[in-house]
């Protein structure tokens, strides 16, 4: 698959602050691109440097394969985690006047704006002013403001943050659709759970450098320990724990069941087969679970930071 | 539409649709014309007021010399006590009591004339009473030594210098108030626009930082097309403004000067007569003087420093606007702009007025950030051209510097929330 954007070695100082070392990154063209990193890691400069807003010191920006250059503006559409509207200008001039700055004629602006407003039921708003909204309904016009342009890349920092859950299920929805009509999008976040159903492709951005990035499912495959998550039924626990902490490597697992069962994590070798573990164990005892344990986004980026630091 | 022309166009709109521009745009020459109606009217309250003033005359020389005039009136006390006069005089609560005393010569009586009055009384009253005397025993002296007193008055001679310059044309003694005028009102207007709309560059800069809007805005434009636009919107409303109050103002004061009838000529017909002729004349060669200044070289220079002058502050105000959170903290960068054009306004009403073309004026007019106001104010007294045009150039120079330093601190600090940045890191902005 193409790459729609690609940042090669992009460095930024500031003074003698380093917020951006030697970050490269590959974002494939209909993906969704989770940019994490925890508080002050870069994450915002990189955006911005992607959005034109601040040019790094050194390294190159390519979108679909030019150098990036101030007419890429309009292919992009930019959601910051700090945003807000002009308080006492009315919904509709403003994101009027928005679109317009993203080059969109006042006609096609208008048709668009309607469209969207309708879709989410808002066309009522178009003569109030920002102050007599509430923070998800600006939110909304936000977002709307955003993708208005139908801009090829679009990122989102933070986007769901202001939401109450159905709102924020609305705007997830939109977003998938969206790359669904051919977008391509970054997201950055630290809501793990939204990355885990999202993102396709992350990248991990600790104090200024990229330290892991890739396909999600690629990078959940190398972080995986060919760990298994186990439920025995038996009459006597604590032996059998015994008895097959003897033979496996284990540790107790903790989950929900409505019986008394055995509860452990039992680690085989890299090259060591589930079979040779699901047949010893149903000798043994009546198994009412056993799955692979694959590690959580939020695990991987805990593991890894903290590896790093 | 050019981005630079929608954001004009918006900073325009906001700025006239804010309800503090519509209210200051309309009632502030309600204001003014109120004010000037009040003062008028209070000085002529003034005027009207009639003082009773009673004087004791032991020389019974000045019984027919202290003639009632509009706003004086005379009372002999001289047949009563020196204290039944005073007496009176408190009781019929009048202004004061004027004691001549009896004195052998008129020197020593010239020195020991009193004046009774509660208050402390009016400078002019005391002057029209003191001419009265003088004239009186001037007239007794001469008298004494035997002169004419028709012979004297016909030998006096009125004198009255006809101002020329050397190609032969007339001015007015009114011609150097005539050019401070046009001076000064050019640099105190450029200094108020500055002030005023300076401020509001830098608050609609602080809102949208406030607001939060700034990062969505510059994700589609550049941080310098932003300012730019700001700076030439608000310009704008400003002009409307100014434009707004020049016709507003001229009405209300055309209504309220009909109303109240304030004299234009003084009321009293053959002071009128003999002032009119005298001051017609005058009124012409003011005109002239008007007509004489280099009016095209003032009105165009006039355009070049107010709008230089008005972008080199203004960037300067966006500039501290981007720099800091909130308005209470752009306190501590207002010196660098209060100061230039405070020294510029007073350097053009005390050294341009005293020596137009002395090395103080001179100096303060090519320095950039007091050469509008200060050039303003030397222009009407005549200034070489080459002049001029090096104030302007070092001036155009000094906006592109200062502009460009303004466009980098406004780009990095519209983006720095949280806290309150020093000179010093201004200056590193500079570098990012």
Redesign the interface.
Known sequence: MANLLEVRQATKR??NFTALQDVSIKVPEGSIFGLLGPNGAGKTTLI?II????LPDEGSIYLDNELLK?EH?KD?G???E????????KVGEQAL??A???GLS?KEAKKRLRYWFEKFDITHWWNKKIQELSKGMAQKV?FI?TVLHKPKLLIFDEPFSGFDPINANVIKDEILKLRDEGATVIFSTHRMESVEELCDHIALINKSKKILDGKLSDIKRAYKSNTFEVGLLTENNHGLYTSISEKFKVSPADFKTIDDQLKIKITLDQDESSNVLLSYLSEKAQIMRFNEVIPGVNEIFIKTITANE | MSNLKLIIKREFIARVRNKTFVVMTFLSPLILVAMVGLITWLSTLNNDEVREIAFFDETGLFTTDFKSSDNISYINYSGLTLNDAKDSVVINNLYGLLYIPKKQSSRELAQSIQFYADEAPNISIVNAIEDVIAGKLTNQNFKKRGFDLNAIENSKAEVTIQIENFSGEKTSKMSSYVKMFFGGAAGYLLMMFIIIYGNMVMRSVIEEKANRIIEIIISSVKPLQLMMGKILGTSFAGILQFFIWLILGSILLFIATSILGVPTQPSSIESSLALQENSQLELQLILQDILKLPLATLVLSFFVYFIGGYFLYSSIYAAIGAAVDSETDSQQFMLPIILPLMLGIYVGFFSVIENPHGTVATVFSMIPLTSPIVMLMRIPFGVNWWEVLTSMLLLLGSIMAITWMAAKIYRVGILMYGKKPSYKELFKWLKY
Request: avoid cysteine; glycine fraction near 6%; charge should be positive.
């Open positions: 500031f003074g911005r959005n034109q807003i601040t101030p503006i992009i930019y959601l910051p700090e945003r807000g509207l002009y308080k006492s200008m006047y928005l317009q700055l993203k006042k936000q403001v």
